[in-house]
């Protein structure tokens, strides 16, 4: 049968009026693609009919995370759009070190300091990347404890000046505790080897 010329093919005519009422967004095509913060998208491709492909990038010193593509499909976009999260460059510790070493941290990563064994913690041990690319708190620092306070260590003094962190600080009062409980025992010994 020939189609009258002005006349659509009944077959697409219902065709047309199923995808109206079935998917009306997708004779649209997907919404705007999600803008993302300290980010944006270009489109990689464009059609009418819903096949658009955007890419995301950051602006410097953020870096994305999750897929940097996502096209539009008939029922909306294939992921959600990614993240751009914060760098913070690694802090400068004199005296010190990281728990992790590495030359970038991502927002909202933490890490813990820890000083060299002759040095105090001034400041906060544990850090955070925030998302304005800075450490909060500040970076502490690891200042050197004067002689006379690391004597008094070994005199069982102000030991929690003189050590890093409270585990060192644990273990060395087990040590004194011990080296007070064999010269005690050494005492008693030699009492006996008198009598």
């Not at 077959?11 to 009306?24: K, M, Q, R």
């Not at 967004?25 to 009418?48: A, N, T, W």
């Not at 999750?66 to 690694?90: D, H, M, N, T, V």
Request: with cysteine; aromatic share 6%; charged share 25%.
């Amino acid at each position: 049968m020939k189609p009258v010329s002005g006349r659509k093919s009944p077959v697409l005519y219902l065709l047309g009026i199923l995808t109206v009422l079935l998917c009306p967004d997708g004779l649209q095509g997907c919404s705007p693609p999600p803008e993302v913060k300290h980010g944006h998208f270009m489109y990689i491709q464009r059609e009418i009919l819903g096949t658009d492909v955007v890419e995301y990038e950051c602006q410097e010193g953020y870096t994305l995370v999750g897929e940097a593509r996502i096209s539009c499909r008939f029922l909306g976009w294939s992921s959600p759009a990614p993240q751009c999260k914060a760098l913070c460059q690694k802090p400068e510790i004199s005296n010190g070190k990281l728990s992790v070493e590495k030359d970038q941290y991502v927002s909202p990563e933490t890490v813990t300091v820890r000083c060299d064994p002759g040095y105090r913690m001034v400041g906060s041990q544990n850090i955070l990347c925030s998302e304005n690319k800075f450490w909060s708190p500040d970076v502490p620092k690891c200042e050197k404890v004067s002689a006379e306070v690391c004597e008094a260590v070994f005199k069982g003094q102000k030991l929690l000046k003189c050590l890093p962190n409270a585990m060192e600080a644990k273990v060395a009062l087990e040590l004194h505790k011990l080296s007070l409980e064999i010269e005690k025992l050494e005492q008693e010994k030699r009492k006996l080897e008198i009598a």
